[in-house]
């Protein structure tokens, strides 16, 4: 999932010779602290909402925003299908791979996402996530994979990290064009 997922799913498509491939989910941020996710939105399907944040906030809102995230992903999608050749799901396993999850609305997006193109198997492989996003991730996909599941997560997915640099899209062109 890029951008941050991007480095590592590479490594591990190269490690185990899989093929590799983007599926583009993005947070909804709120309008006044734009970490905090009232939602998400992939490439295919519905946005997955927390209804209350988005009632309060008002159906024009989210609209607007639904739109403008969904001009985002369409550039991203021009910009990175440059580089790679889009991988067909059904009956395959996914390996759904980010740098970390907090609320695991952009990962839940991108799971309904894969499903809808009818994949076997879903597995969500990340270094850090909290434990309860953990426990609901299981009971959406076969398999979480995961590094470390803090009893309590530090708010951020960086917090973990001894350096964690925003991947943008020029360094995720460069890796993907560097792919066997």
């Known amino acids: 999932m890029p951008r941050g997922g991007v480095p590592l799913g590479i490594e591990i498509a190269e490690k185990h010779q899989l093929p590799f491939d983007i599926i ?30 988005a009632e309060l906030l008002g159906p024009e809102w989210l609209t607007t925003e639904l739109k403008r995230i969904r001009n985002e992903m369409a550039r991203r999608q021009r910009t990175y299908s440059k580089e790679l050749t889009k991988q067909t799901l059904k009956g395959k396993t996914v390996i759904l791979v980010d740098d970390g999850i907090a609320t695991g609305m952009t990962m839940k997006a991108a799971i309904k996402a894969v499903e809808a193109q009818e994949a076997e198997t879903v597995i969500v492989a990340v270094p850090v996530i909290p434990k309860d996003t953990y426990q609901e991730l299981e009971r959406l996909v076969d398999d979480v994979v995961v590094i470390e599941v803090p009893d309590i997560f530090q708010g951020a997915v960086g917090a973990y990290y001894m350096s964690f640099p925003q991947v943008d899209d020029e360094e995720v062109l460069d890796m993907l064009h560097s792919l066997d």
């Open 24 to 53: 583009l989910s993005k947070k909804i941020g709120h309008p006044t602290h734009s970490e905090y996710a009232i939602g998400a939105l992939s490439e295919h399907g519905d946005p997955i909402l927390d209804e209350t944040s």
